[in-house]
Protein backbone atom coordinates (compact mmCIF):
# COMPACT_ATOMS: atom_id res chain seq x y z
CA UNK A 1 0.00 0.00 0.00
CA UNK A 2 0.99 3.81 -1.03
CA UNK A 3 0.54 6.18 2.38
CA UNK A 4 0.66 10.31 1.92
CA UNK A 5 1.87 12.00 4.79
CA UNK A 6 0.92 15.46 4.32
CA UNK A 7 2.32 18.66 6.72
CA UNK A 8 -0.46 20.99 7.61
CA UNK A 9 0.84 24.38 7.85
CA UNK A 10 -2.13 26.05 9.34
CA UNK A 11 -4.04 24.66 12.37
CA UNK A 12 -6.70 22.04 11.31
CA UNK A 13 -10.16 23.13 12.57
CA UNK A 14 -11.29 20.64 15.36
CA UNK A 15 -7.56 19.41 16.53
CA UNK A 16 -7.02 20.39 20.17
CA UNK A 17 -4.13 22.27 19.33
CA UNK A 18 -6.13 23.95 16.72
CA UNK A 19 -7.82 25.68 19.44
CA UNK A 20 -4.40 26.76 21.64
CA UNK A 21 -3.39 28.34 18.87
CA UNK A 22 -6.32 30.34 18.06
CA UNK A 23 -6.03 31.21 21.87
CA UNK A 24 -3.03 32.16 21.59
CA UNK A 25 -3.30 34.18 18.99
CA UNK A 26 -6.59 35.59 20.20
CA UNK A 27 -4.61 37.24 23.04
CA UNK A 28 -1.60 38.07 21.77
CA UNK A 29 -3.60 40.45 19.35
CA UNK A 30 -5.43 42.08 22.52
CA UNK A 31 -2.20 42.80 24.21
CA UNK A 32 -0.65 44.37 21.12
CA UNK A 33 -3.64 46.36 21.14
CA UNK A 34 -3.01 47.61 24.92
CA UNK A 35 -5.88 45.04 26.73
CA UNK A 36 -4.47 43.12 29.87
CA UNK A 37 -5.89 39.82 30.53
CA UNK A 38 -7.34 39.43 34.03
CA UNK A 39 -5.52 37.28 35.91
CA UNK A 40 -8.22 35.46 37.34
CA UNK A 41 -10.32 34.46 34.14
CA UNK A 42 -7.99 34.40 31.18
CA UNK A 43 -10.94 34.78 29.01
CA UNK A 44 -11.57 38.56 30.47
CA UNK A 45 -9.47 41.27 28.46
CA UNK A 46 -9.66 45.00 30.10
CA UNK A 47 -8.64 47.70 28.85
CA UNK A 48 -8.93 52.18 29.51
CA UNK A 49 -10.72 53.80 26.42
CA UNK A 50 -11.31 57.99 27.17
CA UNK A 51 -10.84 56.80 30.61
CA UNK A 52 -14.00 54.30 30.97
CA UNK A 53 -13.41 50.50 31.17
CA UNK A 54 -13.76 48.78 28.23
CA UNK A 55 -14.17 44.72 28.76
CA UNK A 56 -13.75 41.90 26.31
CA UNK A 57 -15.13 38.66 27.56
CA UNK A 58 -14.85 35.62 25.26
CA UNK A 59 -15.52 31.53 25.48
CA UNK A 60 -15.09 29.26 22.65
CA UNK A 61 -16.20 31.56 19.46
CA UNK A 62 -18.81 33.82 21.04
CA UNK A 63 -17.46 37.66 21.99
CA UNK A 64 -18.79 40.29 24.24
CA UNK A 65 -17.25 43.37 24.00
CA UNK A 66 -18.67 46.17 26.92
CA UNK A 67 -18.06 49.75 26.58
CA UNK A 68 -20.24 52.89 27.90
CA UNK A 69 -19.78 54.68 24.45
CA UNK A 70 -21.32 52.61 21.61
CA UNK A 71 -19.00 54.49 19.12
CA UNK A 72 -15.51 52.75 21.21
CA UNK A 73 -17.61 48.95 20.50
CA UNK A 74 -17.76 49.52 16.63
CA UNK A 75 -14.65 50.73 16.18
CA UNK A 76 -13.02 48.21 18.54
CA UNK A 77 -14.51 45.58 16.91
CA UNK A 78 -13.35 46.71 13.70
CA UNK A 79 -9.98 47.35 14.12
CA UNK A 80 -9.94 43.94 16.17
CA UNK A 81 -11.26 41.96 12.84
CA UNK A 82 -9.05 43.58 10.41
CA UNK A 83 -6.05 42.87 12.95
CA UNK A 84 -7.03 39.33 13.57
CA UNK A 85 -7.25 39.14 9.73
CA UNK A 86 -3.46 40.36 9.43
CA UNK A 87 -2.16 38.02 12.07
CA UNK A 88 -4.04 35.26 10.09
CA UNK A 89 -2.22 36.12 7.28
CA UNK A 90 0.96 35.49 8.40
Same mark, same amino acid.
Given at each position: KKVLYMRLI? %??? +????? %????????T &?????? +??????? &??CVANKRINGKQCTIV??? $? $????SHVD %? $???CTWWRTLSVRLNQNLAR
Open positions: K %ALY +GYVKS %ALLWYELY &DTLKEM +GFELNPY &DLWHV $D $DNNI %A $DVV
